[in-house]
């Protein structure tokens, strides 16, 4: 869907200038706060090199100096069918990033709770695409849904009523870690009396290392005969497990395979693969790029891949790739408040890690282009109008399919279409979209059922009432 860029939400910023290193004693006051809050030596481990890479001003940018470009890539597209995959799937585990709760389009639960298509929920789609593959080839593939604190309760209890036969399941949920807020002037933990739940934050998915570990999933599921492990985001309905894929993973031997798509120009300000000086696979982020490298970060032709946050990783590699205790991740620093919805609170940085920069740890780790079609996340009010309407269909496995060559480019009004609830109220019924190319609604427009769009639209509102297309328009 052209909606959807690959640009990450996530920026890793120069640390503290000057940075000089924290207060005495500050390690020992986080130190003391996690086990306070019973956080795994893992967890505790994983922030501590955060904090140490915050507070001592490590550089963190990739100058274009040093890195290299990747030329080329095996394509899915030429990867062969396999045979019988029977026995692949006996060790694959499918895991679920369930952390996020879709605050930017104003929801106060999981994203995955969100209605997309006919009444059924991401995670509606998520179960059912599991149990058919499970039918489907006779295996009790394993199913794992990393959730955080935030969105643990809203997701049992949802499965308690639609899955129960899930949540029966040992290894069904795997709880992430939180870290503490870093104050930003004395670099202590951050203290908020009146609410000290907001004294927290997730980690970034980054942290499935610590939390595999943490937990004891990993050795867990090594004790289980799991060898394989597929992650993707949870509102990314077209990050299924692929049997090529799973194929061409194991036959390869590697210990991580991130699934990578070509970028674009709509893509040009997200972050790309490279090689670093090493000669290693790595990621680099937009704010991990000099100023006066812009252009060339910019230049997809030049650096022509983005991760889709799709991976594969071998649980044995995983592990030796841990053996010092974490994961060795490069530093995500946000800016924030202590209280989000409160811009006069005290400023706090919120340590985080993404997940696929872990592509620089492993001894063997490989890229794959894949077709944009496994990279279908919502972000926006205008994905979701895409994928709820007849523009997009479900297919006989569960997956969300284009049921067009060129699903439209939506674009809705921010002001009054930017959250769930104002959508609903002005779109209660999706129009018909699968003969639109794009649609740009500018002002307050209410559409009522039935209403068809066609070829390349341009609705516009001038005033301030709301005005109304009416059925059969």
């Given at each position: 869907n052209k909606n959807r860029k690959s640009s990450e939400k996530m920026t890793v910023e120069p640390a503290v200038e000057p940075a000089v290193g924290a207060a005495p004693g500050s390690w020992k006051e986080f130190q003391q706060k996690m086990k306070e809050a019973e956080m795994s030596a893992a967890a505790i481990k994983a922030f501590e090199e955060n904090y140490k890479a915050l507070v001592s001003g490590q550089?963190?940018?990739?100058?274009?100096?040093?890195?290299?470009?990747?030329?080329?890539?095996?394509?899915?597209?030429?990867?062969?069918?396999?045979?019988?995959?029977?026995?692949?799937?006996?060790?694959?585990?499918?895991?679920?990033?369930?952390?996020?709760?879709?605050?930017?389009?104003?929801?106060?639960?999981?994203?995955?709770?969100?209605?997309?298509?006919?009444?059924?929920?991401?995670?509606?789609?998520?179960?059912?695409?599991?149990?058919?593959?499970?039918?489907?080839?006779?295996?009790?593939?394993?199913?794992?849904?990393?959730?955080?604190?935030?969105?643990?309760?809203?997701?049992?209890?949802?499965?308690?009523?639609?899955?129960?036969?899930?949540?029966?399941?040992?290894?069904?949920?795997?709880?992430?870690?939180?870290?503490?807020?870093?104050?930003?002037?004395?670099?202590?933990?951050?203290?908020?009396?009146?609410?000290?739940?907001?004294?927290?934050?997730?980690?970034?998915?980054?942290?499935?290392?610590?939390?595999?570990?943490?937990?004891?999933?990993?050795?867990?599921?090594?004790?289980?005969?799991?060898?394989?492990?597929?992650?993707?985001?949870?509102?990314?309905?077209?990050?299924?497990?692929?049997?090529?894929?799973?194929?061409?993973?194991?036959?390869?031997?590697?210990?991580?395979?991130?699934?990578?798509?070509?970028?674009?120009?709509?893509?040009?300000?997200?972050?790309?693969?490279?090689?670093?000086?090493?000669?290693?696979?790595c990621l680099r982020e937009s704010a991990q790029c000099e100023p006066e490298d812009e252009v060339r970060f910019q230049n997809v032709q030049k650096h022509k891949y983005f991760n889709t946050n799709n991976l594969w990783i071998e649980l044995s590699q995983l592990k030796q790739a841990t053996k010092g205790g974490s994961m060795p991740l490069p530093l995500i620093k946000n800016s924030k408040t202590v209280d989000p919805r409160d811009k006069k609170s005290a400023k706090v940085f919120q340590l985080e890690t993404a997940m696929g920069a872990a592509i620089e740890s492993f001894e063997k780790a490989g890229a794959i282009a894949v077709p944009r079609t496994r990279f279908a996340p919502v972000k926006t009010c205008n994905d979701l109008v895409c994928l709820r309407s007849d523009a997009y269909k479900v297919t006989d496995d569960f997956r969300m399919q284009a049921a067009v060559a060129h699903p439209p480019l939506i674009k809705l009004d921010d002001s009054h279409y930017k959250l769930v609830d104002q959508l609903e109220e002005l779109m209660p019924t999706i129009p018909s979209l699968k003969y639109c190319e794009s649609l740009n609604v500018q002002g307050k427009v209410k559409f009522d059922p039935f209403v068809i769009i066609k070829g390349k639209q341009v609705i516009k509102n001038a005033g301030s009432e709301t005005k109304t297309l009416s059925s059969g328009t």
């Amino acid at each position: 869907n052209k909606n959807r860029k690959s640009s990450e939400k996530m920026t890793v910023e120069p640390a503290v200038e000057p940075a000089v290193g924290a207060a005495p004693g500050s390690w020992k006051e986080f130190q003391q706060k996690m086990k306070e809050a019973e956080m795994s030596a893992a967890a505790i481990k994983a922030f501590e090199e955060n904090y140490k890479a915050l507070v001592s001003g490590q550089k963190t940018t990739m100058p274009e100096s040093e890195i290299s470009p990747v030329e080329s890539l095996d394509r899915l597209d030429d990867v062969k069918e396999p045979g019988d995959v029977s026995e692949l799937l006996r060790q694959t585990a499918v895991l679920k990033l369930n952390g996020g709760l879709g605050t930017s389009m104003g929801l106060e639960k999981a994203k995955s709770l969100l209605v997309v298509k006919d009444d059924k929920t991401f995670l509606d789609l998520i179960a059912q695409q599991v149990k058919y593959m499970r039918k489907e080839y006779k295996s009790e593939t394993q199913f794992i849904l990393m959730n955080s604190f935030s969105t643990s309760d809203d997701t049992r209890s949802f499965l308690k009523r639609k899955h129960s036969d899930l949540l029966e399941e040992k290894n069904i949920e795997l709880v992430q870690n939180k870290s503490p807020k870093v104050d930003a002037e004395t670099l202590k933990p951050a203290s908020f009396p009146e609410n000290p739940d907001l004294e927290w934050c997730p980690p970034g998915h980054g942290d499935i290392y610590a939390s595999l570990i943490g937990s004891g999933m990993l050795d867990r599921l090594i004790a289980d005969g799991i060898k394989y492990l597929f992650v993707s985001n949870s509102d990314n309905l077209g990050a299924t497990l692929d049997l090529k894929l799973l194929n061409y993973f194991a036959e390869s031997k590697l210990g991580f395979l991130m699934e990578v798509a070509d970028r674009t120009e709509a893509d040009k300000k997200g972050g790309h693969l490279c090689y670093n000086a090493n000669k290693r696979l790595c990621l680099r982020e937009s704010a991990q790029c000099e100023p006066e490298d812009e252009v060339r970060f910019q230049n997809v032709q030049k650096h022509k891949y983005f991760n889709t946050n799709n991976l594969w990783i071998e649980l044995s590699q995983l592990k030796q790739a841990t053996k010092g205790g974490s994961m060795p991740l490069p530093l995500i620093k946000n800016s924030k408040t202590v209280d989000p919805r409160d811009k006069k609170s005290a400023k706090v940085f919120q340590l985080e890690t993404a997940m696929g920069a872990a592509i620089e740890s492993f001894e063997k780790a490989g890229a794959i282009a894949v077709p944009r079609t496994r990279f279908a996340p919502v972000k926006t009010c205008n994905d979701l109008v895409c994928l709820r309407s007849d523009a997009y269909k479900v297919t006989d496995d569960f997956r969300m399919q284009a049921a067009v060559a060129h699903p439209p480019l939506i674009k809705l009004d921010d002001s009054h279409y930017k959250l769930v609830d104002q959508l609903e109220e002005l779109m209660p019924t999706i129009p018909s979209l699968k003969y639109c190319e794009s649609l740009n609604v500018q002002g307050k427009v209410k559409f009522d059922p039935f209403v068809i769009i066609k070829g390349k639209q341009v609705i516009k509102n001038a005033g301030s009432e709301t005005k109304t297309l009416s059925s059969g328009t």
